[in-house]
């Protein structure tokens, strides 16, 4: 079946604009993350649902930044006013449950200049 | 605090045998994983370690030990597409995955 699928693949914008990205978890998978890396670093945590609702949102690293997931399942993350720090990879994960392996989409590589 | 601790980078001629080594500190643990990550591509799960021993899947083997807060990833007849990013992660207390920086491995003929 499909893998995560993350939308847009790359996303160059200005400082102070906003943006959104998308993520399409594995058919039937309850819980949703996100995370951000940045070069030479591991994945960051930001965000995880389970279901509709934000179960954890401890890594979102300021009020600019907001992720939703209205029916279960598609989930965007949305951040305001973006500045040059925020130029990152951003992955999306999905797993069954929660508590299990986590499945990664491909990333959307945001560059604020 | 949390923290995951493996080597920047690492070497190692096809064919051979590696091993990648991670320790970690965290606030309760429900398992460790290793995850392969090909530059400007997704990790890809490798395996999982909630148990202490060893878990080998193929040419890829883990080890967990729990008490020493350790665990290893060992790679045989290393292939030149091995050449990759290796990150270690652990599911602490929460519902979440604290990763380590990545180990990432160069293959030489």
């Known amino acids: 079946g499909a893998g995560v699928s993350q939308t847009p693949s790359n996303k160059v914008t200005e400082k102070g604009k906003y943006v959104e990205l998308r993520c399409d978890p594995i058919s039937g998978h309850t819980a949703l993350y996100w995370y951000r890396q940045s070069l030479g670093q591991g994945p960051e945590f930001l965000i995880y649902f389970q279901g509709t609702g934000a179960a954890d949102d401890s890594g979102l690293p300021n009020d600019r930044f907001f992720a939703v997931r209205p029916e279960g399942s598609v989930s965007t993350l949305k951040i305001q006013r973006t500045e040059r720090g925020d130029s990152a990879v951003y992955l999306c994960?999905?797993?069954?449950?929660?508590?299990?392996?986590?499945?990664f989409g491909p990333g959307t590589r945001l560059t604020v200049l | 605090g949390q923290n995951i601790d493996q080597p920047t980078e690492m070497t190692a001629t096809e064919g051979a045998i590696v091993q990648i080594n991670c320790t970690y500190q965290t606030s309760g643990f429900n398992g460790l994983f290793w995850y392969q990550q090909h530059a400007g591509e997704a990790p890809t799960f490798l395996s999982y370690?909630?148990?202490?021993g060893l878990e080998e899947k193929g040419r890829f083997s883990s080890f967990l030990s729990r008490s020493k807060g350790y665990s290893y990833l060992l790679l045989k007849e290393l292939q030149m597409k091995d050449s990759a990013s290796y990150l270690c992660a652990v599911w602490g207390a929460t519902n979440k995955l604290i990763f380590g920086t990545g180990t990432l491995l160069a293959v030489q003929p």
């Open positions: 994960a999905s797993s069954l449950r929660g508590v299990d392996t986590q499945y």
């Open positions: 370690n909630v148990l202490d």
